[in-house]
């Protein structure tokens, strides 16, 4: 049965990270070594990775608490002519394990969603202790290459992650594969996102993550859910920077 977006409570576990986005021009190359000279013109700072998933659930209107720790600061430099990303630079930060962290009662929700950049926020361990608690839907994004760790647990990885898991999970319809612009596979079956011009894919699996986790609750269908959240990324990569697109523009 499906519900409305008002009355979806989610609870969001993950690692998250500041944004730094640097934008300058690039008109000279330095007398010093073979290198651009980037002349910074402003910067942009934003949430990234768990947090910028949750802005995606709260943009398409759900009720959403997150758990989360900051573990890094990504600083990007982007030429303004053109948006291109010149450089990246990740910066650690110490933070805290989500046993260290005091977390809701599971009940309160109707699903979880982990987004897990493997920073050492959310072991194996809390991943099976969550999944052993909680009742409902659970949907993760992992980095961790011992997928067959995570049963009854809705798995959404991209191509790389998936070519170099060591383990994958016994149920493979539990596994959602992103493909990047070409195709998502769930199981036996295939679908092809819409064709857009790219301009940045910063932060579009935590949009596929979001609105797939979304849609499903209202719609009580993987198929749908795959297609909507397709519709959401293909949103996102039109922008620059990472972007939450809203419930009216993916309905569009």
Request: hydrophobic residues 35%; glycine residues 6%.
């Amino acid at each position: 049965m499906s519900q409305q977006q008002s009355s979806l409570k989610i609870l969001l576990i993950g690692d998250s990270c500041y944004d730094y986005y640097h934008y300058g021009n690039v008109s000279r190359i330095s007398p010093e070594a073979p290198i651009p000279i980037f002349d910074l013109s402003h910067i942009d700072k934003k949430r990234g990775m768990a947090s910028n998933v949750y802005d995606n659930l709260k943009a398409l209107g759900a009720d959403v608490h997150i758990v989360t720790t900051f573990s890094e600061n990504k600083r990007r430099y982007i030429d303004k002519k053109t948006g291109q990303q010149l450089l990246r630079v990740d910066e650690k930060i110490d933070s805290e394990q989500y046993e260290n962290v005091m977390a809701p009662l599971f009940s309160d929700y109707n699903a979880i969603v982990i987004s897990d950049y493997d920073k050492g926020f959310v072991s194996y361990d809390a991943i099976t202790s969550i999944r052993n608690e909680f009742d409902g839907p659970i949907f993760l994004d992992t980095k961790k290459k011992n997928l067959g760790s995570f049963n009854n647990i809705f798995i959404k990885i991209n191509q790389y992650e998936y070519e170099n898991s060591e383990y994958l999970p016994n149920d493979l319809n539990s596994l959602i594969v992103t493909y990047g612009s070409d195709k998502i596979v769930w199981g036996s079956k295939e679908f092809y996102p819409p064709k857009v011009s790219a301009y940045d894919v910063c932060g579009a699996g935590d949009t596929f993550l979001a609105s797939l986790a979304f849609e499903y609750l209202r719609k009580n269908s993987m198929e749908q859910a795959i297609k909507f959240a397709m519709k959401a990324a293909a949103i996102t990569v039109q922008k620059i920077g990472v972007y939450a697109p809203s419930l009216m523009e993916i309905e569009k």
